[in-house]
Nanobody, 126 residues
Framework: VQLVESGGGLVQAGGSLRLSCAAS????????IGWFRQAPGKEREPVAC????????LYADSVKGRFTISSDDAKNTVYLQMNNLKPEDTAVYYC????????????????????WGQGTQVTVSS
């Protein structure tokens, strides 16, 4: 199982970034796949996830209306389009996948059957 992320960087507040996560080694369509983030001194928190087979998406309240998760099933790749970025979005963003899609994003956990990407830094300047 491999998750390879790209697309992080430095942007001014109000700007946009798009993260990509290329997945391999597991059935892409029926897994929950998405992003967590971890800011300095804070716990890692789920941000958004989706399941491509039914296009179900889940978002944290803090990013609803600003972030959009989508997938290109032919490429086994998930994207996180981040618009209207705020300084509080600054964090390391980790792609993650797990066989189970949670009922709510707040309770999304990556089990021993899941996988993590290496992380990509997103920095939003004020």
């Amino acid at each position: 199982v491999q998750l390879v992320e790209s697309g992080g960087g430095l942007v001014q507040a109000g700007g946009s970034l798009r993260l990509s996560c290329a997945a391999s080694g597991f059935p892409f369509g029926d897994h929950a796949i998405g992003w967590f983030r971890q800011a300095p001194g804070k716990e890692r928190e789920p941000v958004a996830c989706m399941r491509s087979e039914d296009r179900r998406t889940l978002y944290a309240d803090s990013v609803k209306g600003r972030f959009t998760i989508s997938s290109d099933d032919a490429k086994n790749t998930v994207y996180l389009q981040m618009n209207n970025l705020k300084p509080e979005d600054t964090a390391v963003y980790y792609c993650a996948a797990d066989p189970v899609l949670p009922v709510h994003i707040r309770i999304w956990r990556i089990s021993e059957l899941g996988s993590w990407g290496q992380g990509t830094q997103v920095t939003v300047s004020s």
